[in-house]
């Protein structure tokens, strides 16, 4: 079984629809992240959590907004879609480092592919 | 704000031949990381360099780092047809931060 999984796959909807985007984790990890990658780009940093109880944004976090249920679980939502957040998103999860802004290996979900007509 | 840059965006040769990536960034880090990722799927971790380290190996990888040139290379040995992805340098900062990445195509 998959340690990073991710729900939907894919998902087509309609401008002005709310979206959630779900993650689950069962690698332990306290560290989770949501990112965006375009067409022919490197990942954007939407949001990120380093414990339950600890959300931070991220580079992009404009229109998207997240949720930790809990250790292993972080949602990601888009309130009021719009077209220029067509994009696969993945999540990913990291060991905590001895210091805040420090990052180890992250592992990766295989990805959502969201698109907003 | 992409804080790595990869050098070059694409990236065509032959198997059993060496490739070579570069990675460029502006600030300064904890480390470094390269992860590599199969056509639309998600990325996979390769290799993490620390700040104080210069040159690391893994298997066919070998990754190097000059902090006071704020660059790192990422060489792949013997190259197969099944290295062919793109590959990106992440950096460690406020935040992983990627690159754009570099596309490989490895032809046999």
């Known amino acids: 079984d998959a340690d990073v999984t991710q729900t939907p796959r894919n998902r087509i909807t309609k401008t002005g629809k709310r979206i959630m985007l779900e993650c689950s984790q069962t690698k332990g990890h306290d560290r989770m992240y949501w990112y965006r990658q375009d067409p022919g780009l ?20 404009d229109g998207y907004s997240v949720s930790r249920q809990a250790q292993a679980k ?5 309130e009021s879609a719009i077209p ?4 696969l998103y993945f999540c990913a999860t990291s060991e905590t480092s001895g210091r805040s802004f420090s990052y180890n290996e992250q592992f990766f979900g295989p990805g959502t592919r969201l698109t907003v007509l | 704000s992409q804080q ?3 050098d070059p965006q694409a990236l065509s040769i032959q198997e059993g031949e060496n490739a070579t990536m570069n990675c460029s960034y502006k600030t300064s ?16 971790h390769l290799i993490l360099i620390r700040s104080n380290e210069r040159e690391k190996h893994s298997g066919r990888l070998r990754v190097t780092l000059d902090t006071s040139k704020k660059s790192s290379s990422l ?19 406020n935040m992983l931060t990627f690159g754009g990445g570099t596309r490989l195509m490895v032809k046999p």
């Not at chain 1, 490197?42 to 976090?61: A, P, Q, T």
């Not at chain 1, 972080?74 to 888009?78: A, D, G, I, R, V």
Request: charged share 20%.
């Open chain 1, 42 to 61: 490197g990942l954007r940093l939407i949001y990120y959590s380093f414990d339950v109880k600890d959300i931070n944004k991220g580079e992009i976090s």
């Open chain 1, 74 to 78: 972080f949602s990601l939502s888009l």
């Open chain 1, 84 to 87: 220029n957040q067509t994009a």
């Open chain 2, 4 to 6: 790595g840059e990869e």
């Open chain 2, 29 to 44: 880090i904890n480390n470094l990381q390269w992860y590599r990722q199969n056509s639309g799927r998600g990325l996979v």
């Open chain 2, 75 to 93: 060489l792949i040995t013997a190259s197969r047809a099944a290295d062919t992805a793109s590959y990106f340098c992440a950096t460690s900062g």
